[in-house]
C-alpha cells in the first residue's frame, strides 16, 4: 500500500477513486499502523454525527480517542492508501 496523491485538504470521499484504497492511521511516535476501510470510517462518523465523506482524510487523526497500541502515545495521523 502507498499515499496517495492528495493535498491535505482532501475528503474521504476521494477514496471513490482509487479502488481497493484504505484509510491509514498512522503513530507519528513509532512505526505503528492500522488500515481501515474508508466507507466504513465514513458510516461511523455519519452514526456519531461527527463527520460524513466530506470530511478530510487528515481530520480523522485528531478523532482517535486511544493511545498508540505500541508506544502508549497519543501523535496520529492519517491518510489515504492504495495497492
Ligand atoms: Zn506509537
Do not use: F, K, N
Given at each position: 500500500?502507498?499515499?496517495?496523491?492528495?493535498?491535505?485538504?482532501?475528503?474521504?470521499?476521494?477514496h471513490?477513486?482509487?479502488?481497493?484504497?484504505?484509510?491509514?492511521?498512522?503513530?507519528?511516535?513509532c512505526?505503528?499502523?492500522?488500515?481501515?476501510?474508508?466507507?466504513?470510517?465514513?458510516?461511523?462518523?455519519?452514526?456519531?454525527?461527527?463527520?460524513?465523506?466530506?470530511?478530510?482524510?487528515?481530520?480523522?487523526?485528531?478523532?482517535?480517542?486511544?493511545?498508540?497500541?505500541?508506544?502508549?502515545r497519543?501523535?496520529?495521523?492519517?491518510?489515504?492508501?492504495?495497492?
Amino acid at each position: 500500500m502507498r499515499p496517495l496523491p492528495l493535498d491535505q485538504g482532501a475528503p474521504l470521499a476521494a477514496h471513490e477513486r482509487y479502488p481497493g484504497s484504505r484509510l491509514e492511521l498512522v503513530c507519528g511516535s513509532c512505526t505503528w499502523s492500522r488500515t481501515y476501510r474508508p466507507a466504513r470510517i465514513v458510516e461511523r462518523l455519519q452514526a456519531r454525527r461527527l463527520g460524513d465523506r466530506q470530511t478530510a482524510i487528515a481530520a480523522i487523526a485528531h478523532l482517535v480517542q486511544w493511545p498508540c497500541p505500541g508506544c502508549r502515545r497519543m501523535r496520529w495521523g492519517s491518510r489515504l492508501v492504495a495497492p
